[in-house]
């Protein structure tokens, strides 16, 4: 049986890779699976690289759990949301190496890391919410308002805009794009960089840097646990 998240370690990083099925859908059993990788890596003391599949970073939540019910679909969101929250205050750097489409929960893990690396070529990235008929939760908010621009969190989080990698560098979601052979050696470069930074620097001056939107994000968490999310898919 092919493990849904897999954990691999060098000397400047930690290789965590999603392979859930042909969506790399988000499920409590894969955000469960990725604290575990943190949990690792942490004590390891490792930059983490966090990778998808060829062709797809990650599709979003698991729709069947999502559809189940109101109740089901707040759950999920809610711990994908803590688990946004983990990774924008990881006291380590996280570098994303985007292996094509980022939608949804695959999206706003792009806004939860320090560096995105992207993939060249006919993929999406963006956050569909609205457009499948759900009304985007407090938290999801929260984090695009923490990484996009005004301009872009109106066309992204309201307009349900979808970008190509080229268009989803200057709206935010990733910082660079490299052919799909060069992804994970740039990855690893630029694991190779951070690790030369103070760390320590690095994880106090984040917090500090990001404190306001943490503080909102942790807000928009309570809120959206009392609350329920319905699809129309």
């Not at 003391?45 to 599949?53: D, R």
């Not at 999406?124 to 984090?143: F, Q």
């Not at 935010?172 to 740039?186: A, H, M, N, P, Y």
Request: charged letters at 20%.
């Amino acid at each position: 049986m092919t493990e849904i998240v897999t954990y691999s370690s060098s000397e400047t990083h930690a290789l965590v890779t999603i392979n859930n099925g042909k969506a790399n859908a988000i499920s409590h059993k894969v955000i469960a699976e990725l604290h575990n990788s943190l949990d690792k890596a942490q004590k390891e003391h490792k930059v983490v690289i966090l990778t998808g599949t060829d062709g797809i970073f990650s599709g979003g939540y698991d729709l069947s759990i999502m559809k189940k019910s109101p109740k089901d679909a707040i759950d999920l969101v809610t711990e994908g949301s803590k688990l946004s929250l983990r990774m924008l205050q990881f006291p380590l750097p996280i570098i994303i190496a985007c292996n094509g489409h980022a939608i949804a929960k695959g999206a706003f893990l792009l806004l939860s890391a320090d560096y995105r690396i992207g993939t060249n070529g006919p993929f999406k990235i963006g956050l569909n919410e609205v457009l499948i008929g759900m009304t985007m939760h407090d938290a999801g908010i929260a984090i695009a308002n923490a990484r996009l621009s005004e301009v872009y969190l109106n066309r992204s989080v309201s307009n349900a805009e979808i970008f190509s990698p080229q268009e989803a560098i200057a709206a935010g979601f990733l910082d660079t794009i490299v052919s799909q052979e060069e992804l994970l050696t740039t990855a690893f470069k630029t694991a190779k960089m951070f690790s030369t930074l103070n760390l320590k620097a690095h994880a106090e001056t984040k917090l500090k840097v990001r404190k306001p939107h943490l503080t909102a994000i942790e807000n928009a968490i309570i809120s959206d646990a009392k609350k329920s999310i319905t699809l129309n898919v």
